[in-house]
């Protein structure tokens, strides 16, 4: 069982950023492959930055490209999102997931995903 906790959302003006973290229980993290989605009003869930078990691989959305860097530590059990450039089609709410992956197509897929957060509130301002 690994429960996931996001903070480090909020209100930023376009050009600016932000981190969100996301924080897990249980022994068992670095066991899993971790991603970022987000989901707009009237829009689906969107997958936007995954990281394997090691941090050694990293996949990203193309619309976030260059702009937003996941990264993992093992040891405290957390994984982040720092998200520069933001936009204001940036603008939605960020859960983080876990997921048992071993190759990019189940990392970037929600339906494969285990556990999910609760979810943090991510609006830029134009």
């Known amino acids: 069982q690994v429960q996931l906790v996001e903070s480090g959302g909020g209100l930023v003006q376009a050009g600016g950023s932000l981190r969100l973290s996301c924080t897990a229980s249980?022994?068992?993290?670095?066991?899993?492959?971790m991603g970022w989605f987000r989901q707009a009003p009237g829009k689906e869930r969107e997958f936007v930055a995954g990281i394997n078990w090691n941090g050694g691989i990293s996949y990203y959305v193309n619309s976030i490209k260059g702009r937003f860097t996941i990264s993992r530590d093992n040891a405290k059990n957390m994984v982040n999102l720092q998200m520069n450039s933001l936009k204001p089609e940036d603008t939605a709410v960020y859960y983080c997931?876990?997921?048992?992956?071993?190759?990019?197509?189940?990392?970037?897929?929600?339906?494969?995903?285990?556990?999910w957060g609760q979810g943090t509130q991510v609006t830029v301002s134009s």
């Open positions: 249980g022994r068992t993290f670095s066991t899993y492959a």
């Open positions: 997931a876990a997921v048992r992956a071993s190759n990019s197509r189940q990392v970037v897929t929600s339906r494969n995903y285990e556990y």
